[in-house]
């Protein structure tokens, strides 16, 4: 080829722009495709990072509440919960500290992730802190707190009958009255402690009424960790037959028809929206916390109710039977009426936290529980017969107040 053949070639090809715009193109959608898969795996890292810290939190609160040997026994909840090889480089890897009366504990553990370790040149982590507060209470926690300031907070209707000699119940309302007791009805006691002074009595017995009395506080406010819930459900819709167990997770919307016997699993049961338990029916719970995650969450019992509920006696739950969601604004600004309805007899153990119910104790209820500690905002009680003492436990004089850090 002559050089001027060659030249016209050279300008021709440079003239060409449709493989430069190929070229170009593919050039343009590598960082758009990098952002989208570093999206992805900045999504797939938080899901792990949220996993991390809940089984961190839980280790750190399973070791506080130990005696002794705190440290030891949230590396043996930790490892528990971590299936797997510790030795594999892939592995979780958690260290905890004892400081002045709290459980300090740090997590951290590789994510898999390809691209993003690439970019970084090194394999991404994610990390997680968590630290559990741990003390002895100064003063018990009364058997029954009352918290709404509101006009008649507490009301004890005819045939309401409480027993516990061992116990106080403290009632914060300052309104007028702030409680009414009626005829027929008795409250065997160690106290009754209202905050206001101006009240109704028309008839009944107290053991011993204090008004004007200094209530205390909310004994259980921040200290419980509320779980994250999952998306799915774990049981959901309309049950028929004899017997049914339930293992621990998310329950939705469950309705119980006839009269059954429904057993639920130890561990920690979530309720969404509404369960519906039909009359003479037999609940049996032990080892159970029940978790309502709103205000719109509840067990509804229709009445002849058999039921044997305990709380787990170790573990992140360790005490508490029922409690609600109570760090979201919005949901302590609905409060709602929770009715308890008539029952044969009930056996319950454990904390129970409804600090955003109205509750009501309707018809024959009765409640035999050797330990039981009880929250609500206010409380009817109607022709129910109680008979406990106070739960022990978290919040509870001469036991430990545990929580976690905010």
């Known amino acids: 080829m002559t050089p001027l053949a060659f030249l016209r070639a050279a300008r021709r090809f440079a003239s060409d722009r449709r493989g430069n715009f190929a070229i170009y193109g593919t050039l343009a959608l590598l960082p758009i495709m990098a952002g989208v898969a570093l999206t992805v795996e900045y999504t797939h ?68 992730l390809g691209l993003s370790a690439s ?33 008649q907070a507490l009301l004890i209707n005819s045939g309401a009958n409480v027993v516990a000699k061992g116990c106080e119940v403290h009632v914060h309302s300052e309104q007028n009255p702030a409680f009414i007791m009626n005829a027929g009805s008795t409250l065997d006691i160690a106290r009754l402690c209202v905050k206001g002074t101006k009240y109704i009595k028309n008839g009944g017995t107290i053991s011993k009424l204090e008004t004007g009395c200094a209530a205390i506080a909310d004994p259980y406010k921040g200290k419980l960790a509320e779980p994250s819930v999952p998306s799915g459900c774990t049981t959901s819709g309309v049950k028929d037959g004899t017997s049914h167990s339930l293992n621990p997770g ?58 044997t509920a305990t709380a787990p006696t170790s573990g992140p739950y360790q005490g508490i039977l029922m409690f609600e969601k109570t760090s979201d604004a919005t949901n302590n600004a609905n409060k709602r009426q929770y009715i308890f309805n008539g029952s044969k007899g009930e056996r319950l153990e454990g904390i129970i936290y409804l600090p955003n119910r109205d509750v009501t104790y309707n018809s024959t209820t009765n409640v035999s529980a050797s330990k039981i500690n009880l929250v609500v905002n206010t409380l009817i009680m109607n022709s129910a017969n109680w008979s406990f003492g106070g739960a022990g436990g978290s919040g509870t004089g001469g036991a430990k107040t545990v929580y976690l850090a905010k």
Do not use: W
Request: proline share 6%.
């Open 45 to 112: 890292a938080e899901k792990e990072q949220a996993k991390l810290q809940n089984l961190l939190d839980a280790a750190v609160l399973a070791g506080a509440r130990e005696e002794a040997g705190q440290v030891d026994a949230a590396k043996a909840f930790f490892a528990a919960s971590m299936p797997g090889d510790p030795a594999d480089v892939s592995h979780p890897v958690a260290v905890f500290t004892l400081v002045d009366g709290r459980l300090i504990g740090t997590a951290t553990a590789p994510t898999g």
């Open 119 to 151: 970019l970084l040149g090194s394999s991404a982590t994610i990390g997680a802190r968590s630290e559990a507060v741990f003390s002895k209470a100064a003063t018990p926690a009364p058997c029954i707190t009352v918290l709404a300031n509101a006009n």
């Open 250 to 307: 998310v329950h939705c919307s469950v309705i119980f028809n006839g009269n059954p016997t429904i057993t639920f699993k130890p561990g920690l049961h979530i309720i969404k929206g509404t369960m519906i338990v039909n009359a003479n029916s037999t609940v049996i719970a032990e080892g159970v916390t029940f978790y309502f995650p709103s205000t719109d969450s509840q067990i509804q019992a229709n009445g002849g109710l058999t039921m």
